[in-house]
């Protein structure tokens, strides 16, 4: 959900967020500034939900589309859609997360274009177990070209003590039709 930060101090330029989620233990929401490859902080107030800018961090993935929390509050995972990548962001202090990690998920698969950073597989959605162990992100065809079918894709990364990801569990390629492209992640 794409929104505009009319309220709170937001930074300037790009004026949409798209991937939302909020801190386990503290006022705090994290937003996805996709075109600036940023995740914004903001605070919200208790009662009434006015939303503060507080600071962005910086991401080395370009096209952030979507963000989680792990369960302790600790560390961020933000999909790089552009590039179908994870960037991993120690979130200790809540209020100023900084990146530690950015990894290039297994079998992207070939670049769209010399032009773009994109590849035939783009991550797109993704969920953190509940115990904070595993992440899985979910990849997504990017082209409807019928000689490159392959591209939708689930991963599983374990995740360290230290909140760094491991491609450790082997992929599964979803073989769906031509012009398919899954949607959602739900672990419990």
């Not at 979507?66 to 120690?90: E, H, I, K, M, Q």
Request: with cysteine; glycine share 10%; charged share 15%.
């Amino acid at each position: 959900m794409a929104i505009p930060f009319v309220d709170g101090g937001s930074p300037p330029g790009t004026p949409v967020a798209l991937g939302l989620a909020l801190h386990p233990t503290q006022k705090v929401l994290y937003a996805d500034f996709t075109q600036r490859s940023q995740v914004g902080v903001y605070t919200y107030h208790g009662a009434t939900g006015a939303l503060t800018y507080v600071t962005a961090a910086n991401l080395s993935g370009p096209g952030p589309c979507w963000v989680r929390v792990s369960p302790g509050g600790s560390f961020l995972y933000v999909v790089d859609t552009a590039n179908d990548s994870v960037s991993v962001l120690d979130a200790s202090n809540a209020l100023a997360p900084m990146e530690i990690q950015n990894l290039q998920l297994d079998d992207p698969g070939t670049p769209l274009s010399d032009a773009s950073p994109a590849t035939l597989s783009e991550g797109f959605e993704e969920a953190v177990s509940p115990d904070g162990k595993f992440l899985y992100v979910l990849s997504q065809r990017a082209t409807t070209d019928p000689t490159m079918p392959q591209g939708n894709v689930l991963h599983g990364l374990s995740i360290g003590t230290d909140g760094k990801l491991a491609e450790t569990v082997p992929d599964v390629k979803l073989s769906l039709p031509l012009g398919t492209r899954p949607q959602g992640v739900v672990v419990f």
